[in-house]
């Protein structure tokens, strides 16, 4: 039995993934490419390999991938967002489709406090100047006291609430669902857009939640925060906003095209990470030898666990 591991840094950090595999009597391939593979690539990697298992990244696999992977029967991706995989067609073939849902939620949260304090306090732009050889003192804010803003109020966003709350914040949170929660807030959209300063989106749609309508209800000055999906900000309308004042600063580790070359690289008010939220080495190697357990149980034809949401 083969599996094909698309990943680009597949097993980096610890060889235990690969032992697991070989355990197991499973034969693998890893990306050679060592990037991320486009539709056309992932495609011709499974047409032509005859592989039976999938490891996942964040690579688009689409309906023509799968009709092509004629030997396909399990997909394990390496993360929590599914919207990459055509999940009507591999339910259609009969392709068992896993994730893991629960190892994300340290590292995305962590990551985004971190994103947060560097743009309250303008972090980046010391570090910047400095490295221009410039000695200039930026005023930046405090985060205690602010309103926070959490649009999608799972796992991830209730634990970016969590650590939040320790730095004397309020917090405010949007969800489809109805949730009680002793810390933050339940209110409307047009709520977050209203009140918060700072405003972090971890949702797990594919739809545009913040556009240039959006934008010019929020407060002046406001910061936002993305690391759930690249969909949820419209980048040509952040742009606006950050070239206006009206958004002070934003802070994005996704995108609508990875890897990102547009021209929100250009301002200085915006800081660009390349999609690192599960780059925490110890949840790193926790998620990738969950994916291979998981590869492993779907091989076997064992229940499938729940898909599970940020």
Known sequence: MKVFISTTTFAEHSNEPLSILEKNGIDFVVNPLKRKLTEQEIASFLKEGSYAGLVAGTESITKEALEQAKSLKVISRVGV????????????????????????VDSVAELTLGLIINCLRKIYSGDRNIHNKIWKKEMGLLFKGKVLGIIGFGKIGRR???????????????????????????????????????????????????????????????????????????????????????????????????????????????????????????????????????????????????????
């Open 81 to 104: 967002g599914m919207d990459n995989i055509d999940l009507a067609e591999a339910s259609k073939l009969h392709i068992r489709v896993f994730n893991t849902p629960d190892v994300l």
């Open 160 to 310: 970016v609430s969590a650590l939040a709350k320790a730095f004397g914040v309020n917090i405010i949170f949007y969800d489809i669902r109805k949730i009680k929660d002793s810390f933050a807030k339940q209110v409307s959209l047009d709520n977050i857009f209203s009140y918060a300063d700072i405003i972090s989106i971890h949702f797990s749609g594919k739809e545009t939640l913040i556009s240039s309508s959006e934008i010019s209800k929020m407060k002046e000055g406001v910061v936002l925060i993305n690391t759930s999906r690249g969909s949820g900000i419209d980048e040509e309308a952040l742009y606006d906003g950050l070239k206006s004042g009206k958004v002070s600063s934003a802070a994005l580790d996704v995108f609508h095209n990875e890897p990102y070359n547009g021209k929100l690289s250009d301002l200085e008010n915006c800081l660009l990470t390349p999609h690192i939220g599960s780059y925490a080495k110890e949840a790193r190697i926790e998620m990738e030898i969950e994916s291979v357990n998981n590869l492993i149980k779907g091989l076997k034809g064992l229940k499938s666990p729940a898909t599970g949401k940020p």
